[in-house]
T-cell receptor, first 113, second 112 residues
């Protein structure tokens, strides 16, 4: 079992650009959540996808959007990048309603210059 | 809203020392509580969990007890190893939700 896989592992963008991060969930998991982890901080919940729809959302602006595909994989899109968007972006998957079985990927390190 | 407060780090210990990392929480309901560990360059790994008051979670020699009266979930280990060096995060979730609320993390360094 490959677990949760994220791509790319590292990414460098400039202010104002747009970025897409990708996530493949653990086998058997149908719910995908995204978290932002700034340097020296704990992860913060961005949003969650289930059945190709956004089900919950944290306190993030509309510049952050996502998508879930029929195979349960997911994308996180960030538009109009700001310097403050530099962070480690973590994807986590679980069977729906079973947050205690949340499984995290290794993350995508985004640097905005 | 819900929140988690962890003791400030970094924490530096010698091998075989006793470890305590304090964690307290604020929640509207009856949350599940977790400790996650993040090794350098890796994602978060679930270390242990407790889903109701007085439950004790344990794994790899680490323990934490869900204390509702003090809203705490302190992490302990009797004898740390160099391989335990990592960042430890306390977290909560409400009602089985996949939305976790994390503390800021505590970096632990264990010296031989």
């Amino acid at each position: 079992d490959a677990g949760v896989t994220q791509s790319p592992t590292h990414l460098i963008k400039t202010r104002g650009q747009q970025v897409t991060l990708r996530c493949s969930p653990k086998s058997g998991h149908d719910t995908v959540s995204w978290y932002q982890q700034a340097l020296g901080q704990g992860p913060q919940f961005i949003f969650q996808y289930y059945e190709e729809e956004e089900r919950q959302r944290g306190n993030f602006p509309d510049r952050f959007s996502g998508h879930q595909f029929p195979n349960y994989s997911s994308e996180l899109n960030v538009n109009a990048l700001l310097l403050g968007d530099s962070a480690l972006y973590l994807c986590a998957s679980s069977p729906t309603g079973q947050g205690e079985k949340l499984f995290f990927g290794s993350g995508t390190q985004l640097s905005v210059l | 809203g819900d929140s988690v407060t962890q003791m400030e780090g970094p924490v530096t210990l010698s091998e075989e020392a006793f470890l305590t990392i304090n964690c307290t929480y604020t929640a509207t309901g009856y949350p599940s509580l977790f400790w996650y560990v993040q090794y350098p360059g890796e994602g978060l790994q679930l270390l242990l969990k407790a889903t109701k008051a007085d439950d004790k979670g344990s794994n790899k020699g680490f323990e934490a007890t869900y204390r509702k009266e003090t809203t705490s979930f302190h992490l302990e280990k009797g004898s740390v190893q160099v391989s335990d060096s990592a960042v430890y995060f306390c977290a909560l979730s409400e009602g089985g939700s996949e939305k976790l609320v994390f503390g800021k993390g505590t970096k632990l360094t264990v010296n031989p």
